[in-house]
Every structure is written in C-alpha cells, then in structure tokens.
C-alpha cells in the first residue's frame, strides 16, 4: 500500500478551489451535482483508507480477535509509520461512524416527527401551521407524499406574488430531491473535514438551483429576489441543515444579487480554458486519484492479509 494510503485523506484539498468557483460561473444544477459527487466519493475513500488502517492497528492490539498472522511484519510493513497511524485509525473511524450515524439519525427522526406533526391536517401539497414563528421548508415524504411546510406569520409577511414565489422554490427542492444532496454533503463533511468547504457550497448551489426554478415558474426574477429578501430578514431555516429552507442561514445577498441579474448560462461543463474549468478538471483529476489510491490498498492489503492468514 505504502503513502498511497494516506492520499484519499488528504486529496478533498484538491476539491476546494472548485468549492469556491463553482458557486459563481456553474449553473447551480451543474455545480450541485458536480460538488455532492465530488464530496461523496472523497468520503468513502477516506473512510476505506481509515478502514484498512484500523485493521493494521487493531492486529497490534494485545488481546485481538483477529489472526496472529495479521500482526507479522510483512502486514505492518505495507503501512508506513504503522504502530502510529494504525492506532490513530482506530479511534478516527469510530468518531466518523459516531458523527455519520447521528447525522442520519437526526435526519430521519425530524422527518417522522414533522410527518406525524402534520398527520392531522389535510393532506394538502402545503400545510400552513398557525405559528407565530416564521418558517418554512420543504418535507419529502417516505411512504407519503411531499409537503410545504409554512407559518402563517411568513404568509402575513409576503404579497401575493412572493408567495407563488415561495412555493415555487420549495417546490423545486422536493422536485430535485434537494434533501438527498444536502444529506450526502453534510455526512462528506462528517467523514473527511478537508471536505467542509463543499458542504457549504452545496447548500449555496441548491438554494441557488431552487431559485432559478422559482424565477421561472412565477416568471419575474425581481419578485423571487424581493420574496428571498423579505424571508431572510424575519424567518427562520429549516430544522435540520439536510432539509431545504426558503430561508436558509448563508449569503443571501449574493443569492439576492444573481437573481437581479441575468439567468445563468445551462452549460453542462465549463471549458478547460476558464479557471473554473481547470478548477473542475483538478477535483475530478483529485476524486479518480483518490478512487484508486483506496481500491489498490484495499486490494493489496487483502492479498497480503490472504499470504499471512495461516490454513
């Protein structure tokens, strides 16, 4: 295995200038997509490389379930400075299982509750709470169908207009399934910190994407942007960061900003001469290393684990 195995732990570094760029000159269909895969595979590798690090580290440990064959210095010689980062790995891939598994806990638990919350209301695509709290966000449905959740004190708050506006974007996060996006970069961010620039890009760039549709379905960008604005200076987000809101904590001016501008060009991938493009370039060049430095660990630990394994 040699470094190779340190690489995908390090190789998210190749991800952030793309972080950045992205937000501006992608269309934010594009750049979602392109940040949430770039940051779920960095993740997995990652978290395999930690994976084959901990075995090298647990086959140390005096008292080991594992076969004393594993513990033979032909094993620990495939990972360099072994008696460190092995145990190292050990405790790290148990906090990232911890971080990731309460991410998706709390994931689902809010989606229940919310779900049972509006079990005795009429199943209406948009379920308006008498809250005096304003807020609002999308609810995918598991089993039942998707809703709109908003407050009457956010209504009250916007004309006529905004609010087709609102629902338009909210609509366009359950469309896209926004949800799973945002879910994917917060348990990226989780496994790998290297990769938390991503995850605040990608909620941008759903937020961005969600926009774009509002403006347009309801056809005036200058109504979303005022809608956008109204919502940000009195709302509240959504209740957990992997579920969109209409008013989701980040820069709203910049958001407010590209929808008085002109609607973003739908080129599916920039060019390789703009720096957005080398930028794009450099983090897939980053996720194909990052890939393969994992599986060729993977698979020559397992040959030299098979070699030591007594019959």
């Known amino acids: 295995m040699g470094v190779f195995v340190f690489l995908p732990l390090v190789l998210p570094l190749t991800a952030w200038p793309v972080a950045r760029l992205a937000e501006h000159h992608l269309h934010p269909r594009v750049a979602t997509r392109l940040l949430t895969g770039v940051a779920g595979v960095m993740a997995v590798c ?15 440990l005096p008292g080991n379930p594992l076969p004393d064959g594993w513990s033979d210095p032909e094993v620990r010689a495939a990972v360099p400075y072994d008696e460190v980062a092995g145990k ?14 309460r991410t998706l806990w709390r994931h689902a638990r809010v989606r229940r509750r919310a779900h049972r919350a509006l079990a005795a209301l009429p199943a209406t695509e948009v379920a308006v709470l008498p809250d005096d709290a304003p807020y609002a966000y999308a609810l995918p449905g598991r089993g039942t169908r998707d809703r709109i959740v908003v407050t009457t004190a956010l209504l009250h708050g916007l004309q006529p207009a905004e609010r087709r506006a609102l629902f338009a974007h909210e609509r366009a996060h359950l469309a896209a399934r926004h949800h799973r996006f945002l879910l994917v970069a917060q348990l990226a961010a989780r496994a790998n910190p290297f990769l938390r620039p991503l995850r605040t890009a990608v909620s941008y760039t759903t937020e961005r994407w969600a926009d774009e549709e509002a403006a347009r379905a309801v056809g005036d960008r200058r109504t979303v942007a005022r809608a956008i604005g109204k919502a940000a200076l009195v709302a509240q987000g959504a209740p957990v960061p992997t579920l969109a809101g209409f008013a989701a904590p980040g820069p709203v001016p910049r958001r407010v900003a590209a929808l008085l501008g002109p609607a973003p060009a739908t080129r599916t991938w920039p060019s390789v001469f703009t720096g957005v493009g080398v930028a794009a370039w450099t983090a897939a060049a980053g996720t194909a290393v990052s890939a393969m430095s994992s599986a060729n660990s993977a698979v020559t630990l397992v040959f030299i684990l098979h070699a030591a394994t007594p019959l």
């Open 46 to 60: 990652s978290t395999v490389c930690l994976g084959l690090l901990m075995v090298v580290g647990t086959a140390q």
């Open 88 to 101: 190292a790995a050990i405790p790290a891939l148990l906090a990232v299982a911890v971080v990731c598994g």
